[in-house]
């Protein structure tokens, strides 16, 4: 769940940005005791996302803005469905209206393309999770995006886990010159995880003691030998190459975890509107 002072921070910087100095249509039209109503609907199928943002963007405006929503994060909506009724202050409404929309249009979005990934997954134990391939200031809510779709996040930022990538094996010098570093120095409440392009590279990450090994553009016969290999002695993530065809298949590999950016990356908003 988003806290409450986060989404109002952001949306406070959002309607400054959107609105400026004034709304210069919507205050030379409407007057300060006008009112309206409107309902917010879909025009797509989908899984809704967003409801506490949406609703905090017309309370910073004006506290007068009522809004009954039918629908919770995580529902599916089908196309025609009235998601909510909005009522209230003329002025706040349609000042708000865009800015409302863009944070649910991208979070339902998001949320739905995830949920179908995690479906074409079927019955394995595999999850899909995002990646750090994200909006720049926004990730907070892409990522409560992807949970809602039922995907699983991976680190929020650096400062989450310790991911050892191919250039930082270049810096340190060996995979295990890099582990033995950084555990001299994070913290023991801080996993290790290591990119991987080959076996060999697998084993001197088990040998070591990684937490999390992430096979990366590996074949499907390389990614069930490197999971026999690891054979539940640390975490096994799938990464490279990841479409939502080729889930099942990696999947079947016996991987805990497939990250993809294009949960994220790729994912077209939901049409959403208020009417």
Known sequence: MLNKFLIEKHVKQALEEDIGFEDITTDNLAGENDTLECSLNTRGDGVFCGKDVFEIVFKVLDNQVDIKFYFKDGDNIIKGD???????????ILTGERTALNYIQRMSGIATETRKYQDAIGGYKAKIVDTRKTTPCFRIFEKYSVKVGCGSVHRFNLADCAMIKDNHVKFAGSIGNAITKLKQSISHAHKIEVECDTLDQVKESLSYGADIIMLDNM???????????INGKAIVEASGNVNINRLKEIASTGVDIISSSAIVAKAPTLDLGLD
């Open 219 to 229: 074949s499907i016969e390389e990614m069930k030998k490197a999971v026999q290999e």
């Open 82 to 92: 009235k998601i909510a009724d909005v009522k209230g202050p003329a002025r706040a």
